[in-house]
């Protein structure tokens, strides 16, 4: 009930699509859903985040869709770029739960020019 | 820059060795993590820190040693490790309890490890 299903493992777009990355979580007591970005080398570092209370969030290219009752949620780059290339890590956690975070599997995302 | 300081950036070490891995934070968080990255399982928890005490160990072997002396450094204490624990070590920081934070959780570069 902890897990958080991510997919698909791997994703290769061409430049100017919309590459869209799905997670699945179990546990109804998340409140908090963020997604992670890691280039190589680099440590993963927060994009984007949403909290339950609203169905869509969006950042410049990036928008979260989130579905309470299906309890899944989405992450969507428009306008995709070579340099959006990295691994994209969804996440849940719970505010009260004191630090435990779960991370789902990461995503491969790789842009073609 | 994200504020989690990981020294060394890379490590190779003998199966007889010891050695350890340093963090820092400067955001004032409460809460240190120690991740371990690999290509079997992209993000594994391994240590949680709550205000300087332990609260989760996340069934890692006894090789690993972790030690917080205070809520900005973590260390993580390697010997005699195996070939199969090369890996990028991650150390993160967050701030648990603020309504506004969401359990954001900060990382740093990471640490890369190959056990030789």
């Known amino acids: 009930q902890q897990q958080v299903k991510q997919s698909p493992q791997s994703l290769i777009v061409q430049k100017g699509g919309i590459p869209i990355i799905n997670c699945a979580y179990e546990n109804t007591a998340f409140d908090y859903f963020p997604w992670y970005q890691q280039f190589p080398g680099k440590g993963p570092a927060l994009l984007i985040a949403?909290?339950?209370?609203?169905s869509e969030k969006k950042e410049g290219r990036f928008t979260i869709s989130f579905n309470k009752s299906a309890k899944q949620f989405s992450l969507h780059i428009m306008d995709s770029q070579p340099g959006d290339s990295a691994t994209y890590f969804c996440a849940a956690s719970n505010r009260s739960s004191a630090s435990k975070i779960i991370f789902g599997s990461g995503t491969r995302l790789s842009i073609r020019p | 820059e994200t504020g989690v300081t990981q020294t060394p950036r890379h490590l190779v070490m003998g199966m007889t060795n010891k050695k350890s891995l340093k963090c820092e934070q400067h955001l004032g968080h409460n809460a240190m993590y120690w991740y371990k990255q690999s290509a079997k399982k992209p993000l594994e928890l391994m240590f949680v820190?709550?205000?300087?005490?332990?609260?989760e160990n996340n069934s890692v072997p006894s090789r690993f040693s972790p030690e917080c002396p205070n809520s900005s450094h973590l260390f993580l204490h390697l010997h005699t490790l195996q070939p199969e624990d090369s890996a990028l070590y991650l150390c993160?920081?967050?701030?648990?309890?603020?309504?506004?934070?969401?359990?954001?959780?900060?990382f740093g570069e990471g640490s890369w490890l190959t056990v030789v």
């Open positions: 993160a920081s967050s701030q648990v309890g603020s309504a506004f934070s969401g359990n954001t959780i900060y």
């Open positions: 949403i909290r339950p209370d609203v």
């Open positions: 820190y709550n205000f300087k005490e332990q609260t």
